[in-house]
């Protein structure tokens, strides 16, 4: 008998735990469709030490104007359930709470640990600085449920102020490395790791392209079903982020020789756009005829069809984005899914950043236990 139960109790921990992941309006859309063009925010400040936000004077605006995906997660007992982005550019687990009365937060249901038998306050307080924003935590122990697994006695942010914009997301799970913890506060996948529940130490993202549904985060284990061919596999190449380094970079076929020294990359699925150094966005806007208006870029969309795939080499392996890509029909204004960042990174070098435009083609695996991203083409 011992020894079926332990057969069972096996099965139970390799089983892959799936969350559905939801794409809404980001803040940005929907304010555009009120006519308000929110001002432009440097993705590359959510990787920046506190002193470079601080001097950037963007404190009171929010990195998140542009996201998309989310998912729900529950905490406490019994559960209170919250829409979440799932963010391998942060490292905190936090929701909105009673305790805050931010305009950000009054939108969102919050969380209220005395309604919970399994909260327990730590007596920690921490503040989390995004790139365009922060928020003070008070910080306690909860059970956390995701995708029907419980999480004992995780540490959980809640808010206590946001200087934030309203989102469609009432907190954040990051999933960076625990390094990068404000607090220095073991991350979700951490405790999950410690407390055995992942048959392998991997969280893996399938982000359906815009206008289509089904996107999906699986910690645990990959779902051979969502990608196609082999998994190219790269080094991490710093401690704190999941950064990696691009190798090469080609338009319509022609190597531009910016990354022939190799090009710092953040894979963030907390950014929208593909993010790239000023030096070179510039260069590439004028390529492909881009305008800009009120801090976006713009192509004619009857010349979409005739615009260059953009080919990024990772790994030795090429992975290339076609216009259909990265340019965004919205209402029949064609919107280029590329920005620029004036920012490097912590060595000082031009910085990259593979979000979510790059992201819904090609089905990625954040693998701790060998510390390396594996990317394949999305089935």
Not at 91 to 100: E, I, Q
Not at 170 to 185: E, I, N, R, T, W
Not at 235 to 249: M, R
Request: hydrophobic letters at 35%.
């Amino acid at each position: 008998m011992k020894s079926l139960v332990l057969v069972l109790a096996v099965a139970i921990m390799a089983e892959a735990i799936k969350v559905p992941i939801m794409r809404g309006k980001s803040v940005r859309e929907k304010m555009r469709e009120q006519g308000i063009e929110l001002p432009y925010v440097d993705p590359g400040l959510k990787f920046q030490p506190p002193e470079i936000i601080a001097a950037s004077g963007a404190a009171a605006m929010n990195i998140y104007y542009d996201t998309y995906y989310y998912g729900s997660i529950s905490i406490g007992t019994p559960p209170q359930t919250f829409p979440v982005l799932y963010d391998t550019g942060s490292a905190n687990l936090w929701v909105d709470s009673v305790y805050c009365n931010s305009q950000s937060c009054n939108v969102h249901s919050k969380f209220n640990p005395q309604q919970s038998s399994t909260f327990q306050n730590s007596g920690s307080t921490t503040q989390i600085v995004y790139g365009a924003g922060g928020v003070d935590l008070m910080l306690g122990y909860d059970t956390v449920n995701v995708g029907g697994i419980s999480v004992q006695n995780q540490v959980v942010g809640l808010s206590t102020s946001a200087q934030l914009s309203p989102t469609p997301f009432a907190g954040v799970v990051g999933l960076a490395y625990p390094s990068d913890a404000a607090g220095g506060q073991p991350t979700l996948m951490d405790t999950m790791m410690q407390q055995g529940l992942l048959q392998y130490d991997i969280v893996a993202f399938y982000l359906a392209p815009p206008g289509q549904s089904g996107s999906e985060m699986c910690f645990g284990e990959v779902d051979n079903s969502r990608y196609q061919g082999q998994i190219t596999w790269t080094p991490v190449t710093t401690g704190y982020w999941w950064q990696i380094n691009i190798q090469g970079f080609a338009v319509n076929n022609q190597e531009s020789g910016w990354c022939s020294q190799g090009c710092p990359s953040m894979v963030d699925t907390g950014t929208l756009q593909v993010t790239m150094p000023q030096q070179y966005f510039s260069y590439l806007m004028q390529n492909i005829g881009a305008q800009q208006n009120s801090g976006s870029y713009y192509v004619d969309c009857s010349q979409v069809n005739n615009l260059p795939t953009l080919t990024f080499t990772i790994g030795g392996t090429a992975f290339p984005l076609s216009p259909s890509a990265y340019i965004q029909n919205n209402n029949g204004y064609c919107m280029v899914g590329i920005t620029p960042t004036y920012l490097n990174d912590q060595n000082g070098n031009p910085l990259w950043i593979l979000g979510d435009v790059f992201l819904t083609q090609y089905y990625s695996v954040f693998d701790r236990a060998n510390n390396r991203v594996g990317f394949a083409p999305a089935a």
